[in-house]
């Protein structure tokens, strides 16, 4: 190189492809015992399975860009989290998925539920709900 001149090297970024990546994600209501499921999910297969059944059209994750969790796994993640109380780093590392898709996944079956709760739950109205509402003040103050 001469001097005083200046040379102008373009660093120029080299992008690998990576493949794609498919899990083969195993279902554990197939592989654990009915015992093992509600110790680790607090629910029973069955239940699980309805519970499946009520919010796999609100979860459903439509995309044409990779291929998304199943409702099952959905459903499966969320009640682990709430069964558990563990980070959700540590469920992503349990199914080998992220953090963040963690949280998506407990946000979304969550909103899900709720939508659907007043099916299960109801509250105590007129006199009924004022003795209940005495009768839990006289508890918690």
Do not use: W
Not at 61 to 80: A, G, M, N, W, Y
Not at 104 to 125: D, E, M
């Amino acid at each position: 190189m001469a001097a005083g001149r200046f040379v102008n090297r373009e660093v120029r970024e080299v992008v690998i492809p990576r493949p794609r990546l498919i899990m083969d994600r195993q279902n554990p209501l197939e592989l654990l015992s009915d015992e093992e499921v509600f110790r680790r999910f607090r629910f029973r297969p069955d239940t699980i399975v309805y519970i499946v059944g009520l919010v796999a059209d609100s979860i459903t994750h439509r995309t044409l860009r990779s291929v998304s969790l199943p409702p099952l796994l959905q459903v499966l993640i969320c009640l682990r989290f709430l069964a558990t109380g563990a980070f959700q780093q540590l469920i992503g590392d349990s199914v080998k998925i992220s953090q963040p898709t963690v949280s998506r996944v407990v946000r979304r079956v969550v909103g899900a539920l709720a939508r659907r709760i007043r099916n299960f739950v109801t509250f105590p109205r007129g006199e009924n709900g004022n003795r209940t509402k005495q009768e839990f003040g006289a508890i918690a103050g």
